[in-house]
């Protein structure tokens, strides 16, 4: 297809551009290969070189990536609703299904109403906007998900940021945001690269002093965190008094597509008439919202799941320490390896693959300078025996590269 | 509770301005799939009511065709659900990339990278390739998800007025100096349904040294002999560097998006485009109907051709009945009313009889020219765009505009 | 005075306005209806700022200083010697 293209000035002289870009990237180290899967995601996954590893890098905290039942609901709504609704929500593109998954979720999170998106990216891309003006003030915390960045960036509220979890720092910031009308919190219920929960009872009691409103991002909480999964605002039992909740179905929900705010009735209905992302782009397709409401059911019916992942998380965890390897602090099934070199990280990641261990390594600019770690996800997909090897495989690779004794 | 009344009161007074405005946006539930017929609950409450559908982006009638059905089937049972996780630590599958290959194929570009959505892609590609040392310079009608990708990126931007090839040529002239230069356009207008004058532009950034970027959702699959896009019809195939389309309308209508054009571009997508790095894979059922749309769009051009010929019966029926159309090439067909208020009743009086077609007013198009959008598929039958029209000329009867010209509706209704 | 109202007048006109469009006056709402959207509202900042080689700081070139021609006349005005 090469051929096709007439070279016109200008993309040559920006194509040399670009490939400058890219070799910088390359060279520093950062360059983003992707692996090639051919199989269903589980625990187990098949790579396109016939290799079967164990797969300890996906979201997919509660096995139900190919989950029969969400397949089978997802299977009876294509024959009921079709493939696409080729529309945006308002036009023609709104089906029983998406209200009754948007009702579902609302009841799941003790909540008023809710909205779907394409993605949480979208959600948190489009809340601010439409609510805040810039009389308002939004204190985020720093180490909050791109997303909720690129959504800030588009609303012209006042900026104030605070240290990841530094709850001193949140109510300086506080104190300082007193001037404009309306503030907002906003914190990722779980931090994605370490893995800690935000203190959300601080939280709260701060907002309440200080008057503001909270919006917890609970893609890597919701399902996981919390007795019965319904994420951070169930550990902290505040069910029912988080103002805006965002959440994915693209993670431990199931992990097809989909997002969702979840909040105040008023908010809700203003998010549904002016926030971008919901009116410029398609409604999830209804088989999503149809295995979404599956979803809700099952999570609504038992804890197993829940409970199963909540104790492979504290095997892991417990085996791993005693190993001696540093793991950071967490209430997640996000479990951090530090290793603190990037090098290491790619050398111990690498060799770990070799053991039949998928896990991916992560370095500065994506966590801070000198904190590079190995970023294991756990899921109650995996049995005991699984666990046992990552944490075999780990021990031999830490003690071949000098990590543990 | 921080959430005091004083703000729900607040967001309470700002909808009641919504609604007495006349814009606020009510949704319609639909009970079946999305097709030239459709069940429709409205009011909510009210009795499911069977109408045919002039409103949906459905252009090739394959949101609920057998055979992608099938595929979306056959995808879930071999490759799962989702995949829980981003592209690049373990959301590839094969089948990925033998899409992002297959519509670089159909494009006829260098290489694709898929996007959750093409709202997604228009957001992420211009801050992934250009810096505060460009210029982009737009359209004033480009897409709302286009704006929010500039809003995003951090080069300057100028517009240049809808379609006007000599304003273009002033502001390439007038930005010469920088870097790079970005000329952006969609390739179908979403609201008017007219064609960008594509083979002008690729002069034109030949001439001033400027890269072209093209949003092609309202024509990917039908616009052009083949259906390759706009820029099959402006026969300038192989002369964008950039194309952004969309898997949501046309090409089955379920979810998801691309960029797709020169390799290096592409490739810098893959390590910066935010929402792709951000944001989960497309699921690899969704995957496998487009797959199988592909499979349709390459043996066949009967769908658009069918579309084409709709297309060309519904003008002519609009025109001979006397409504004021709005010029174009595309299955977009605007009935102009001018009017808000009447794009409104003109609609609900339209839904009392069965056909489905919504009324925009300003903001979504400019002021004073408010309209009723129709969308022609290759779902619908003869028959159904027979009835559609008989309603269409009944309403237009009963409010006395039709043979009207556009001076004597406004003198009829206002602006 | 009124002849830097014109020249900004004509200059909306010849830049924004399409055929068809009503005829716009010095206090014809620009921005609120639709006629100039903020991307474009850069063209504008730019002629003003080499026709009369003033300099207006981002922060005072906001929606509503330019949403009709009196108005950005007034704030042209502060900025000339």
Request: hydrophobic share 40%; charged share 25%; with cysteine.
């Given at each position: 297809?090469?051929?096709?293209?007439?070279?016109?000035?200008?993309?040559?002289?920006?194509?040399d551009?670009?490939?400058?870009?890219?070799?910088?990237?390359?060279?520093?180290?950062?360059?983003?290969?992707?692996?090639?899967?051919?199989?269903?995601?589980?625990?187990?996954?098949?790579?396109?070189?016939?290799?079967?590893?164990?797969?300890?890098?996906?979201?997919?905290?509660?096995?139900?990536?190919?989950?029969?039942?969400?397949?089978r609901?997802?299977?009876?709504?294509?024959?009921?609703?079709?493939?696409?609704?080729?529309?945006?929500?308002?036009?023609?593109?709104?089906?029983?299904?998406h209200?009754?998954?948007?009702?579902k979720?609302?009841?799941?999170?003790?909540?008023?109403d809710?909205?779907?998106?394409?993605?949480?990216?979208?959600?948190?891309?489009?809340?601010?906007?439409?609510?805040?003006?810039?009389?308002?003030?939004?204190?985020?915390?720093?180490?909050?998900?791109?997303?909720?960045?690129?959504?800030?960036?588009?609303?012209?509220?006042?900026?104030?940021?605070?240290?990841?979890?530094?709850?001193?720092?949140?109510?300086?910031?506080?104190?300082?945001?007193?001037?404009?009308?309306?503030?907002?919190?906003?914190?990722?219920?779980?931090?994605?690269?370490?893995?800690?929960?935000?203190p959300?009872?601080?939280?709260?009691?701060?907002?309440?002093?200080?008057?503001?409103?909270?919006?917890?991002?609970?893609?890597?909480?919701?399902?996981?965190?919390?007795?019965s999964?319904?994420?951070?605002?169930?550990?902290?039992?505040?069910?029912?008094?988080?103002?805006?909740?965002?959440?994915t179905?693209?993670?431990?929900?199931?992990?097809?597509?989909?997002?969702?705010?979840?909040?105040?009735?008023?908010?809700i209905?203003?998010?549904?008439?002016?926030?971008?992302p919901?009116?410029?782009?398609?409604?999830?397709?209804?088989?999503?919202?149809?295995?979404?409401?599956?979803?809700?059911?099952?999570?609504t019916?038992?804890?197993?799941?829940?409970?199963?992942?909540h104790?492979?998380?504290?095997?892991f965890?417990?085996?791993?320490?005693?190993?001696?390897?540093?793991?950071?602090?967490?209430?997640?099934?996000?479990?951090?390896?530090?290793?603190?070199?990037?090098?290491?990280?790619?050398?111990?990641?690498?060799?770990?693959?070799?053991?039949?261990?998928?896990?991916?390594?992560f370095?500065?600019?994506?966590?801070?300078?000198?904190?590079?770690?190995?970023?294991?996800?756990?899921?109650?997909?995996?049995?005991?025996?699984?666990?046992?090897?990552?944490?075999?495989?780990?021990?031999?690779?830490?003690?071949?590269?000098?990590?543990?004794? | 509770?921080?959430?005091s009344?004083?703000?729900?009161?607040?967001?309470?007074?700002?909808?009641?301005?919504?609604?007495?405005?006349?814009?606020?946006?009510?949704?319609?539930?639909?009970?079946s799939?999305?097709?030239?017929?459709?069940e429709?609950?409205?009011?909510?409450?009210?009795?499911?009511?069977?109408?045919?559908?002039?409103?949906?982006?459905?252009?090739?009638?394959?949101s609920?065709?057998?055979?992608?059905?099938?595929?979306?089937?056959?995808?879930?049972?071999?490759?799962?659900?989702?995949?829980?996780?981003?592209?690049?630590?373990?959301?590839?599958?094969?089948?990925?990339?033998?899409?992002?290959?297959r519509?670089?194929?159909?494009?006829?570009?260098?290489?694709?990278?898929?996007?959750?959505?093409?709202?997604d892609?228009?957001?992420?590609?211009?801050?992934?390739?250009?810096?505060?040392?460009?210029i982009?310079?737009?359209?004033?009608?480009?897409h709302?998800?286009i704006?929010?990708?500039?809003?995003?990126?951090?080069?300057?931007?100028?517009?240049?007025?809808?379609?006007?090839?000599?304003?273009?040529?002033?502001?390439?002239?007038?930005?010469?100096?920088?870097?790079?230069?970005?000329?952006?356009?969609?390739?179908?207008?979403?609201?008017?349904?007219?064609?960008?004058k594509?083979?002008?532009?690729?002069?034109?950034?030949?001439?001033?040294?400027?890269?072209?970027?093209?949003?092609?959702?309202?024509?990917?699959?039908?616009?052009?002999?083949?259906?390759?896009?706009?820029?099959?019809?402006?026969?300038?195939?192989?002369?964008?560097?950039?194309?952004?389309?969309?898997?949501?309308?046309?090409?089955?209508?379920?979810?998801?998006?691309c960029?797709?054009?020169?390799?290096?571009?592409?490739?810098m997508?893959?390590?910066?485009?935010?929402?792709?790095?951000?944001s989960?894979?497309?699921?690899?059922?969704?995957?496998?109907?487009?797959?199988?749309?592909?499979?349709?769009?390459?043996?066949?051009?009967?769908?658009?051709?069918?579309?084409?010929?709709?297309?060309?019966?519904?003008?002519?029926?609009?025109?001979?009945?006397?409504?004021?159309?709005?010029?174009?090439?595309?299955?977009?067909?605007p009935?102009?009313?001018?009017?808000?208020k009447?794009?409104?009743?003109?609609?609900?009086?339209?839904?009392?009889?069965?056909?489905?077609?919504?009324?925009?007013?300003?903001?979504?198009?400019?002021?004073?020219?408010?309209?009723?959008?129709?969308?022609?598929?290759?779902?619908?039958?003869?028959?159904?765009?027979?009835?559609?029209?008989?309603?269409?000329?009944?309403?237009?009867?009963?409010?006395?505009?039709?043979?009207?010209?556009?001076?004597?509706?406004v003198?009829?209704?206002?602006? | 005075?009124?002849?830097?109202?014109?020249?900004?007048?004509?200059?909306?006109?010849k830049?924004?306005?399409?055929?068809?469009?009503?005829?716009?006056?010095?206090?014809t709402?620009l921005?609120?209806?639709?006629?100039?959207?903020?991307?474009?509202?850069?063209?504008?900042?730019?002629?003003l700022?080499?026709?009369?080689?003033?300099?207006?700081?981002?922060?005072?070139?906001?929606?509503?200083?330019?949403?009709?021609?009196?108005?950005?006349?007034?704030?042209?005005?502060?900025?000339l010697?």
């Amino acid at each position: 297809m090469h051929s096709l293209f007439n070279k016109t000035a200008m993309y040559s002289g920006f194509k040399d551009y670009l490939t400058g870009q890219l070799n910088e990237i390359q060279e520093a180290g950062l360059y983003k290969n992707e692996r090639i899967i051919v199989s269903p995601q589980g625990p187990f996954i098949m790579l396109d070189t016939g290799q079967e590893v164990l797969n300890f890098c996906a979201n997919n905290y509660l096995g139900l990536s190919n989950s029969g039942e969400l397949i089978r609901a997802a299977g009876e709504a294509l024959k009921s609703h079709g493939y696409g609704m080729s529309s945006v929500r308002f036009i023609c593109g709104t089906t029983d299904l998406h209200k009754e998954l948007e009702r579902k979720i609302a009841q799941f999170f003790s909540t008023e109403d809710t909205i779907l998106y394409a993605a949480c990216f979208d959600a948190n891309g489009g809340v601010f906007e439409p609510l805040l003006t810039s009389e308002d003030a939004i204190i985020s915390d720093a180490l909050n998900h791109a997303s909720i960045i690129d959504g800030v960036r588009l609303c012209k509220a006042k900026r104030y940021r605070y240290e990841n979890s530094d709850m001193e720092d949140l109510e300086t910031q506080l104190q300082l945001a007193q001037e404009q009308r309306f503030r907002l919190i906003v914190t990722d219920g779980v931090f994605s690269m370490d893995g800690n929960v935000a203190p959300m009872d601080e939280i709260y009691r701060l907002a309440q002093k200080y008057d503001a409103m909270v919006m917890v991002d609970e893609c890597h909480s919701a399902g996981v965190v919390g007795k019965s999964g319904r994420g951070v605002t169930e550990l902290f039992d505040l069910g029912g008094k988080i103002e805006i909740i965002t959440g994915t179905l693209g993670k431990a929900f199931g992990g097809a597509i989909g997002g969702f705010t979840t909040g105040k009735r008023e908010i809700i209905e203003m998010l549904r008439q002016r926030s971008r992302p919901y009116l410029f782009s398609n409604a999830i397709p209804p088989f999503v919202a149809a295995a979404g409401i599956r979803m809700i059911d099952m999570m609504t019916e038992t804890n197993v799941l829940q409970d199963k992942l909540h104790w492979n998380s504290e095997y892991f965890i417990s085996r791993m320490t005693g190993a001696g390897f540093d793991i950071k602090p967490t209430r997640s099934a996000i479990c951090a390896v530090m290793l603190y070199d990037a090098r290491l990280s790619q050398d111990f990641a690498a060799r770990l693959l070799k053991e039949g261990i998928y896990v991916i390594g992560f370095y500065y600019p994506v966590v801070p300078k000198d904190l590079a770690r190995i970023r294991v996800q756990i899921s109650a997909a995996h049995e005991k025996d699984h666990l046992d090897k990552a944490i075999d495989a780990f021990t031999k690779v830490g003690r071949e590269l000098g990590v543990i004794k | 509770m921080s959430f005091s009344e004083k703000i729900r009161g607040l967001y309470q007074t700002q909808l009641g301005e919504i609604r007495n405005a006349g814009i606020y946006k009510e949704e319609r539930f639909i009970h079946s799939s999305q097709a030239a017929d459709i069940e429709v609950e409205f009011p909510t409450g009210a009795e499911v009511k069977k109408v045919i559908n002039m409103c949906a982006n459905n252009y090739l009638g394959l949101s609920s065709h057998p055979e992608v059905i099938k595929a979306a089937h056959a995808g879930l049972d071999t490759r799962g659900y989702g995949m829980s996780s981003v592209r690049f630590i373990c959301g590839t599958q094969d089948i990925h990339r033998e899409l992002e290959n297959r519509v670089t194929e159909f494009l006829g570009t260098e290489d694709t990278i898929l996007f959750p959505s093409c709202m997604d892609a228009n957001a992420g590609v211009f801050e992934a390739i250009l810096t505060s040392e460009d210029i982009m310079i737009s359209d004033r009608l480009v897409h709302a998800s286009i704006i929010d990708g500039m809003r995003l990126c951090s080069a300057q931007h100028d517009t240049f007025k809808h379609s006007n090839m000599e304003h273009l040529e002033e502001k390439l002239l007038l930005h010469a100096d920088k870097r790079i230069k970005l000329v952006i356009t969609d390739g179908v207008f979403s609201m008017d349904g007219d064609l960008a004058k594509l083979d002008i532009m690729v002069e034109l950034c030949n001439k001033y040294d400027a890269m072209l970027l093209v949003d092609d959702s309202h024509s990917t699959g039908f616009i052009g002999k083949t259906g390759r896009g706009t820029h099959e019809h402006c026969n300038v195939m192989g002369q964008i560097d950039i194309i952004t389309t969309t898997f949501g309308k046309a090409l089955g209508g379920a979810s998801g998006g691309c960029v797709s054009g020169r390799k290096e571009i592409v490739d810098m997508c893959r390590q910066k485009a935010r929402p792709y790095l951000f944001s989960n894979t497309i699921a690899p059922v969704i995957v496998s109907g487009v797959l199988k749309v592909f499979d349709i769009l390459s043996a066949s051009t009967e769908r658009r051709d069918k579309l084409e010929k709709n297309t060309a019966y519904w003008r002519k029926g609009l025109t001979e009945a006397g409504f004021v159309l709005k010029e174009g090439d595309s299955p977009i067909i605007p009935v102009m009313l001018f009017n808000a208020k009447l794009s409104q009743d003109f609609s609900r009086d339209l839904f009392s009889r069965g056909i489905y077609a919504i009324g925009f007013f300003f903001p979504v198009v400019p002021n004073g020219q408010a309209r009723i959008r129709t969308q022609i598929s290759a779902g619908h039958e003869i028959h159904h765009l027979d009835k559609a029209l008989a309603a269409f000329i009944e309403v237009g009867k009963k409010y006395g505009i039709l043979g009207l010209t556009k001076e004597q509706i406004v003198a009829k209704y206002g602006l | 005075m009124d002849d830097m109202k014109d020249l900004v007048l004509n200059y909306v006109i010849k830049e924004y306005m399409e055929d068809g469009d009503e005829e716009i006056t010095y206090d014809t709402p620009l921005i609120s209806s639709g006629y100039v959207d903020s991307f474009s509202m850069v063209s504008l900042l730019v002629f003003l700022e080499n026709k009369f080689t003033i300099k207006i700081p981002p922060e005072k070139a906001t929606p509503e200083a330019f949403d009709n021609v009196n108005s950005i006349v007034a704030l042209v005005k502060q900025y000339l010697k």
